[in-house]
């Protein structure tokens, strides 16, 4: 059957290292991977896409990488702060549909001042 | 802009009871999508719309249906409501299918 899974429940890290979140996948062929943050109580925020034919994306202090062949994304914040604790979703795109997106369950990072 | 907005934020309903969920977009996208949210759970897709007349499935939409009479309203009713439906409810919309813009929610429990 096809899973999502994210690497940690939660991930508890020191300020200023760089957090490192971690999206695996089985059995699907993604046409495009996006990264969303979601607070408490709030809706997702959408952060990054990267598509399967790039193999980085970055955007401030954001990186997202993306292994189709270890079917595997990774979401990197460096120099982390307090305020970038939250939940990070990996969510899937498998093809042309707009019903394709499947989303992971999250994981949930704690940055320690 | 006010982005994707949502109502009511909180409801209680008893077993039996029906429902609309609202959600309204003024960001002019075609796409637009019902998820729920359960503890420790992914986001699963109830319903989305490509277009103003055009709704189809997702990957759980038993109990739910919708309507997409205009390009700004997607609301998603829940008829004879079931404790299997306490969630948090979220729409959202997108331009193409690629980014997503998504409400606050809607928190509603079934007793």
């Known amino acids: 059957s096809q899973k999502i899974e994210q690497n940690s429940e939660a991930l508890n890290i020191q300020e200023g290292k760089t957090a490192t979140l971690t999206c695996n996948y089985t059995?699907?062929?993604?046409?495009?991977l996006q990264w969303y943050r979601q607070d408490p109580g709030r809706g997702p925020v959408f952060l990054l896409l990267?598509?399967?034919?790039?193999k980085e994306k970055r955007k401030e202090r954001l990186k997202v990488t993306f292994d189709t062949t270890l079917k595997q994304s990774l979401f990197h914040i460096t120099a982390s702060q307090p305020a970038d604790s939250a939940t990070y979703l990996c969510?899937?795109?498998?093809?042309?549909?707009?019903?394709?997106?499947?989303f992971g369950t999250g994981t949930r990072l704690t940055v320690i001042p | 802009n006010a982005g994707v907005t949502q109502t009511p934020k909180f409801r209680i309903l008893k077993i039996g009871q029906s429902m609309t969920l609202q959600c309204t977009q003024d960001m002019n996208h075609n796409y637009m999508y019902w998820y729920r949210q359960d503890p420790g759970m992914g986001l699963k897709l109830i319903y989305y719309?490509?277009?103003?007349?055009?709704?189809d499935k997702g990957e759980v939409p038993n109990g739910y249906n919708v309507s997409r009479s205009t390009t700004e309203d997607f609301p998603l009713r829940l008829e004879l409501a079931a404790p299997s439906q306490t969630s948090v409810y979220f729409c959202?919309?997108?331009?193409?299918?690629?980014?997503?813009?998504f409400g606050p929610g809607t928190r509603l429990t079934v007793t």
């Open positions: 719309s490509v277009g103003a007349g055009i709704t």
């Open positions: 059995n699907y062929s993604p046409a495009y």
């Open positions: 990267i598509r399967e034919n790039e």
């Open positions: 969510a899937l795109a498998l093809g042309a549909g707009a019903n394709n997106l499947f």
């Open positions: 959202a919309s997108s331009y193409v299918r690629d980014e997503q813009y």
